[in-house]
């Protein structure tokens, strides 16, 4: 007979996806500050690379609370989402929408995060795996206030270029 599969199962199995997808975004976040038009966008970016980076590592210590020796499983989840925005790099590259595509794209991942740590968090708390709630929350609380920088500079800054003229472009002048 198979075996029953239970919670612990299900929270190793949450915990492996979220693990492939921090080490995909962080493989991603340096393209998109790269490629990003506005400074403060760009700054946000490069200080999610640093965060997603802690991140990785306190996933680590969770699977250690488990005793399970840190392991990814591909997730379908971020590998659409993370695709959706190369394509957008390509499609708006030179346009003055690109950030706004950047920044849809980015809060897509920090949404899927959001949700994922959630659950996680509430699986860990009916474990009573106390340092993995504690660790998790902390990560949690970074996505949250990462996602909120990204509203703002969408709200404040990004909007306001998407509607300008493109910068750089010479203007043809007529002979
Ligand atoms: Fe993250
Ligand atoms: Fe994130």
Redesign the pocket.
């Known amino acids: 007979m198979p075996k029953v599969k239970t919670l612990e199962d299900l929270f190793q199995a949450g915990l492996k996806d979220i693990f492939f997808a ?1 080490k995909k ?1 962080l493989t991603a ?1 340096p393209k998109m500050a790269k490629a990003a038009i506005n400074q403060d966008l760009r700054a946000a970016f490069e200080k ?1 690379v640093a ?2 980076e802690e ?1 990785v590592s306190r996933l680590e210590q969770v699977f250690e609370e488990i005793e399970a020796k840190p392991q990814s499983k591909t997730c379908d989840a971020i590998m659409g989402i993370i695709a959706e925005g190369q394509e957008i790099m390509k499609d708006y590259k030179g346009s003055p929408a690109l950030d706004n595509g950047l920044l849809a794209s ?1 809060q897509a ?2 949404h899927y ?2 949700c994922q740590y959630g659950t996680l968090i509430s699986w860990a708390n009916e474990l009573g795996l106390k340092e993995s709630v504690r660790l998790l929350r902390q ?1 949690l609380a ?2 949250e206030k ?2 909120k920088s990204l509203t703002a500079l969408a709200e404040a800054v990004v909007n306001q270029e998407a509607c300008s003229e493109p910068a750089g472009i010479e203007s043809e002048e007529e002979t």
């Open positions: 921090e975004i976040l999610h965060e997603t991140q980015a991942v920090e995060e959001i990560t970074e996505e990462t996602d």
